[in-house]
């Protein structure tokens, strides 16, 4: 749907989920001879009236009926979800839609979520998730189309695999890489069928506008114009107004909208530093705690808060409260950190590292993946909770998921979280930070840290947080990013850790359009504290004042955790990664062309002073994932097998200290399944 005015009343916002596809009840499409419009897309006569169904509700989504215009944003819009069409939970609380709209625009990764009952998707021929290539076709039955250059966007389409039996199966078209920030898409459908082939029926409220036939609904009529102009843009990009079952546009948020708060918060923080090196302090320090450690410290940093109150889980930025406010500093707050120096710093300077830690963990898990790459490569791993979804986080998670009105706690907690690895980045490279303090000297007050560089590591969580924070690093230009992704609306569905939280959810908002309606609106606010906002900006295109980073991801094949396919869709979007050809043996990836839209080499460069961005995918042996949109949980889990490999450790490091000897050559990168 097009865009609206302000004021938007109940009966509107309910009224306009009609364009949500239902099927019509007798399974007539209403079309008219005397209606149908021309192939151009250009509106026929006003036709004979056509009475109008009013279901309730968000879908489709994202969509630009639910904006107003606003010559304050980048977009020169921002959303306008009203409350009434909101998913509510058992308690009949709706999700309040304020802090999704200060938003200019929808996610540049999230789902489009439609309702299309009895479609049948392997008979309609749609793209699946095995043929990305399929989506660009001239007669593919879905398409998505940047409106302003009528170019094609590669996707894949899929039902639903977790719908309750209540309710049809929603519809999702998903980008197969991200979408450009501040433009408008079109979405038409066209040409499905249900299982015996027979076409589905559009919805009356569909048809009135896709025709040109009379509502008797002003609320729908108001809709003419802007739709008339996503029928045209369609037409132009070959597909006929007369043949659509459902269209809709929407607009992708901003640059601006998705990073302005994170790097404000950024170069306020540091203009407020200057050349000082940030206060810390040391807690306790344990030497030689265990084989290959000198040093294991604890100790605490004082970073800029930007929360409300103290920070603590459950806060949101400090005077945020109207489109275009910036957060605000509300004195700071005391970030607790973890240190491992190897003990072959005792020798040389080691290679400083921060650590992203894993889902909902802390960073104390750094005393565990810092210590086998400390030992042999000697790197010093130091690491602080990642806010927003650290242990700590967890009792807010939780409320949320029953409502999902508080998510943009957690989506501002990561950004904070944020910042306190930048500030700590900082005190592990600065002259007067950590290496000034005796726990960071050795027996001769030398500096067991070597303040001239700083490598950043993230693993599964830490490595999908990690690819915003890296977007956003001034202290840093290489990074390496262990098991991961983007976009927890895609990860969700298909991790076996999300299946303790779905439940919850699903308690909180029993039907299944719901849960899904709230994970995409999620993600809207998610982009904020994930790659999934800043992965075009993570390699060579950088934010103002941001330099250029390389960067490694590994791909472990068939990962339970961390879902090979949202891997992919984030090295198809991050510029100028390369992939090793071929990324895996004949036969084991699902799909046809496993490496659509990477840039593949017969071998990837190799040597010293290496600059450039890969994707290494390493095979252990895991069955390959299932097609649909859950877990895989066949065999061992992969997850976190590379750290248990010598090799793999070896070329994070390399690759860390501006080299890149690929372990594998021309061959793919195998282990033997892990026990």
């Known amino acids: 749907m097009g865009r609206r005015g302000s004021g938007a009343l109940v009966v509107l916002a309910v009224l306009l989920g009609v364009l949500a596809g239902c099927s019509s009840s007798d399974g007539d499409d209403g079309q008219a001879d005397d209606a149908a419009a021309d192939a151009n897309g250009e509106a026929p006569e006003i036709g004979a009236p056509i009475e109008v169904d009013v279901p309730e509700g968000l879908l489709p989504f994202p969509s630009d009926r639910f904006t107003v215009p606003d010559g304050s944003t980048d977009t020169g819009i921002r959303l306008d979800l009203p409350v009434e069409a909101m998913p509510v939970n058992v308690d009949g609380v709706p999700v309040d839609p304020s802090a999704w709209n200060l938003v200019d625009g929808f996610s540049p990764g999230g789902p489009l979520v439609a309702s299309v009952p009895g479609v049948d998707l392997d008979a309609s021929d749609a793209p699946p998730i095995t043929d990305l290539a399929s989506s660009l076709e001239d007669d593919s039955p879905i398409v998505l189309v940047e409106a302003e250059t009528g170019e094609r966007h590669p996707f894949w389409a899929e039902l639903d695999a977790n719908d309750t039996g209540d309710e049809e199966p929603l519809l999702f078209v998903r980008p197969a890489e991200n979408l450009a920030e501040g433009r408008t898409y079109l979405v038409g459908l066209r040409g499905l069928v249900d299982e015996d082939g027979s076409p589905i029926g559009a919805d009356p409220a569909f048809v009135a506008l896709r025709d040109n036939r009379a509502s008797g609904v002003p609320e729908v009529e108001d809709q003419r114009e802007a739709m008339d102009e996503v029928f045209a843009g369609l037409a132009g990009a070959g597909v006929d107004r007369d043949e659509l079952q459902l269209a809709w546009s929407f607009t992708v948020a901003s640059e601006r909208s998705l990073s302005e708060r994170m790097l404000h918060i950024r170069d306020d923080a540091f203009a407020t530093l200057g050349d000082a090196a940030p206060t810390f302090e040391v ?96 790197v010093a791993s130091c690491a602080v909770d990642w806010i927003g979804m650290a242990t700590e986080d967890t009792g807010n998670v939780a409320r949320t998921l029953q409502d999902m009105s508080g998510f943009e706690t957690i989506a501002d907690r990561l950004q ?236 994070v490091a390399d690759f860390l200290r501006g080299d890149f000897f690929d372990p594998c050559g021309a061959e793919p990168c195998q282990t033997p399944p892990i026990d």
């Open 283 to 378: 807690a306790d320090v344990a030497v030689d705690p265990e084989p290959g450690v000198a040093r294991r410290i604890n100790g605490t940093i004082e970073v800029p808060l930007y929360l409300t109150e103290d920070g603590a889980p459950g806060t949101s930025f400090n005077g945020v409260d109207e489109v275009g406010d910036l957060p605000e500093v509300n004195g700071t707050h005391q970030a607790g950190f973890l240190c491992i120096v190897p003990t072959p710093a005792l020798d040389e300077p080691a290679l400083p590292s921060l650590y992203g830690h894993g889902l909902l963990g802390s960073r104390a898990e750094v005393a565990g993946a810092g210590v086998a790459i400390g030992a042999e490569q000697n």
């Open 416 to 651: 904070q979280g944020f910042l306190d690895f930048l500030w700590l980045g900082r005190a592990m490279t600065h002259e007067q930070g950590l290496v000034a303090d005796p726990a960071f000297q050795g027996p001769d007050g030398e500096p067991l840290l070597d303040t001239g560089e700083l490598v950043f590591v993230g693993n599964s969580q830490g490595g999908i947080l990690g690819g915003g924070l890296t977007a956003v690093a001034q202290d840093w230009t290489r990074a390496v990013l262990g098991v991961p992704a983007m976009n927890y609306s895609t990860l969700l569905d298909r991790s076996v850790d999300y299946e303790p939280y779905a439940p919850v959810m699903a308690e909180a908002y029993p039907a299944r359009s719901d849960q899904v309606t709230n994970l995409a609106l999620a993600q809207v606010l998610w982009d904020r504290g994930e790659a999934n906002g800043y992965a075009h900006h993570l390699t060579t295109d950088p934010y103002a004042d941001t330099p250029e980073h390389d960067v490694l991801l590994f791909e472990a094949f068939g990962d339970h955790q961390v879902h090979n396919i949202a891997t992919e869709n984030m090295a198809r979007t991050v510029d100028g990664l390369l992939l090793a050809d071929p990324g895996l043996e004949d036969g084991r990836h699902p799909s046809d062309d496993p490496w659509f839209g990477l840039e593949q080499v017969g071998q990837l460069p190799r040597g010293e002073g290496y600059d450039g961005s890969v994707l290494v995918v390493w095979d252990f042996g895991t069955p390959t994932w299932p097609l649909g949109n859950v877990p895989n949980d066949q065999g061992d889990d992969p997850h976190g097998a590379g750290a248990d490999v010598e090799a793999v450790r070896t070329m």
